[in-house]
Antibody, heavy 119, light 112 residues
Framework: EVQLVESGGGLVQPGGSLRLSCATSGFTFSIYWMGWVRQAPGKGLEWVANIKRDGSEKYYVDSVKGRFTISRDNAKNSLYLQMNSLRAEDTAVYYC????????????WGQGTLVTVSS | DVVMTQSPLSLPVTLGQPASISCRSGQSLVNSDGNTYLNWFQQRPGQSPRRLIYKVSNRDSGVPDRFSGSGSGTDFTLKISRVEAEDVGVYYCMQGTHWPKTFGQGTKVEIK
């Protein structure tokens, strides 16, 4: 059974940092593109970042470029999102999501982890 | 960024009746590989999104056949042939052809 489990969310002050993790199981992690999607409270979905199977290509939405870093450890079947210089507008539930083998995003999602940026 | 526009944003439906959601993109979603990366997601209250449809019209495994997707180019539609109580939630279209990937605003389906 495919599972994606996020962790690392919490309350952080503006300007602070947080590292999210997504532990996966039930599939060969190293052959899949992965991504992070966020959802502000009561709002819609925003695709934040994507990373290639071997980590050699990374893509970011403009609003997080230079502040967030997506990475992965294929030996540990895990995906990460390092978030620096956090702002109030980064407050959201963060989901990790998998891209299927045919290049279609979001075939599996985690349960999400809540990040709250507030003083 | 490619703007995805859904309508309606709220859709009250009678149980057993059909429902239709429109999604329009600001530019063509036909990729250089010939595929159109247009997905539909369902998000039930308190749950993570679940993909229903990929590449315009392909149903994901386990998705009831009352859900269908159609369209081409910039105009796409999700149809529910007969709405059931478990279909309540917010539905999003998403384009995966262009970076950044973008979602529609969401359509809230509720039972009348």
């Amino acid at each position: 059974e495919v599972q994606l489990v996020e962790s690392g969310g919490g309350l952080v002050q503006p300007g602070g940092s947080l590292r999210l993790s997504c532990a996966t199981s039930g599939f060969t992690f190293s052959i899949y593109w992965m991504g992070w999607v966020r959802q502000a409270p009561g709002k819609g979905l925003e695709w934040v970042a994507n990373i290639k199977r071997d980590g050699s290509e990374k893509y970011y939405v403009d609003s997080v470029k230079g502040r967030f870093t997506i990475s992965r450890d294929n030996a540990k079947n895990s995906l990460y999102l390092q978030m620096n210089s956090l702002r109030a507008e980064d407050t959201a539930v963060y989901y990790c999501a998998r891209r299927d083998e045919s290049g279609n995003d979001g075939d599996y999602w985690g349960q999400g982890t809540l990040v709250t940026v507030s003083s | 960024d490619v703007v995805m526009t859904q309508s309606p944003l709220s859709l009250p439906v009678t149980l057993g009746q059909p429902a239709s959601i429109s999604c329009r993109s600001g530019q063509s979603l036909v990729n250089s590989d010939g595929n159109t990366y247009l997905n539909w997601f369902q998000q039930r209250p308190g749950q993570s999104p679940r993909r229903l449809i990929y590449k315009v019209s392909n149903r994901d495994s386990g998705v009831p056949d009352r859900f269908s997707g159609s369209g081409s180019g910039t105009d796409f539609t999700l149809k529910i042939s007969r709405v059931e109580a478990e279909d309540v939630g917010v539905y999003y279209c998403m384009q995966g052809t262009h970076w950044p990937k973008t979602f529609g605003q969401g359509t809230k389906v509720e039972i009348k």
